[in-house]
């Protein structure tokens, strides 16, 4: 075996290790940590659907009160391996764990497919986030839609790659699967449509304007779909209710007129946007992540040990990779998609957002920080092996 096989080989075992010593920890000493306020929002529609086939809740007197608020992928989900096949929750949290490890060897499959360089320390960064690994602990919906993120990024490369039909048919595929499970990628579909273009002004723009039709029109049918069932049984014409109460209640848009912020107050409207925006993509982009969802200081505390030191190092390797990614079209499709996610998670929640919502960038972003690393190495020993000559 390949000195470069033993250290996948390590890598991933050694991830494993951690991730399932966490997970004993949880279920010996926390095992309501699996819970969190939003976890019965999917819970309860998750037994609807096993029990009466139906993606609703009952309200206090027992009444189905079809729902709209969220999208039916993770109850679905957990429909299936919780409520169908009766796998305990901790089962559940297992299975997830499993996703994310799946989703780190998929961006080592996508970094593989267009630079050999940088995959194994793509495959890393997945593989020791902190977010993720936290996280994938809890009856959220962060685990299954990194898993599903990793494989639009493998399918839409393979787009770039070949620049074929079924490619362009899978990525849209498994966008709207994306988009059922967490509906912010819902505007992802148009926006990936005018990447597609984009992609194909140089060589062929008619079959990048096919490419982009076909992939709008299978995503926004598939989601539309789903639109009328709301619009039937709720009165709503939208794909998901939630963005609509987030952008009224938390969003930035508006923010101004109620705006409590003290650093803020007295700011005419755009240096106070400016303000606060870039104040939100410090929250996304340099929160650590933390622990404390295991309730142990000591867990806690060697937490935040690890997490800045591995935040500060993909994050150099980010801003290096941005710097130096030029006209690679893969590395610009996934900034793309990161600044899709950004502008989206901080529209619509503003203050509220934190590392979980970086999590489903992380695939995006480590290829990026590693290709980055790969730059600097270079530039270091580019630079020393000068000197030496001197």
């Not at 470069?4 to 010996?28: M, T």
């Not at 086939?53 to 709209?68: H, M, P, R």
């Not at 009856?139 to 039909?165: C, G």
């Not at 705006?259 to 946007?273: Q, R, S, V």
Request: aromatic share 16%; net charge positive.
């Amino acid at each position: 075996m390949s000195k470069n096989k033993h250290y996948f080989l390590y890598a991933v075992i050694a991830a494993v290790i951690i991730k399932l010593l966490l997970f004993a920890f949880a279920e010996f000493y926390t095992p309501d940590s699996k819970i969190e306020i939003d976890s019965p929002d999917y819970l309860k529609p998750a037994a609807m659907m096993a029990s009466n086939g139906v993606f609703a809740t009952k309200d206090g007197s027992g009444v189905l009160k079809y729902e709209v608020l969220r999208t039916p992928g993770y109850p679905l989900f957990l429909a299936i391996f919780h409520n169908k096949m009766n796998i305990p929750l901790s089962g559940i949290v297992f299975l997830q764990i499993a996703l994310t490890i799946l989703a780190a060897l998929i961006v080592y499959k996508t970094a593989a497919s267009f630079n050999s360089g940088v995959a194994f320390l793509s495959m890393v960064i997945i593989l020791y986030e902190p977010p993720i690994a936290v996280f994938s602990q809890i009856i959220l919906t962060e685990a299954l839609f990194l898993f599903l993120m990793s494989l639009f990024m493998l399918e839409f490369t393979r787009y770039l790659k070949y620049r074929e039909i079924k490619t362009v048919v899978s990525a849209a595929l498994i966008l709207v699967a994306a988009a059922y499970v967490r509906p912010i990628v819902y505007y992802l579909g148009a926006a990936m449509a005018i990447f597609m273009i984009y992609a194909n002004v140089r060589e062929d723009i008619k079959k990048g304007l096919i490419h982009a039709m076909i992939f709008f029109v299978v995503v926004y049918s598939l989601l539309g779909a789903w639109q009328i069932r709301n619009y039937v049984h709720c009165g709503e014409g939208v794909f998901s209710s939630i963005s609509q109460l987030n952008t009224v209640k938390v969003g930035l848009i508006g923010s101004y007129a109620k705006n409590t912020d003290t650093a803020t107050l007295g700011m005419t409207p755009i240096p106070y946007y400016l303000n606060v925006s870039f104040r939100c993509l410090m929250s996304i982009m340099t929160r650590p992540g933390t622990f404390k969802y295991f309730h142990s200081d000591i867990l806690t505390v060697a937490g935040k040990i690890f997490a800045y030191p591995w935040m500060i190092f993909w994050l150099t390797g980010f801003i290096a990779g941005i710097a130096s990614m030029r006209r690679n079209i893969y590395l610009q499709s996934y900034l793309f998609i990161i600044l899709y996610f950004l502008a989206a998670s901080i529209i619509n929640i503003m203050w509220l957002v934190s590392e979980r919502f970086r999590v489903p960038m992380m695939p995006f972003i480590a290829i990026i920080s590693a290709y980055g690393w790969i730059n600097l190495i270079s530039l270091v020993k580019l630079n020393f092996g000068q000197k030496a000559g001197v």
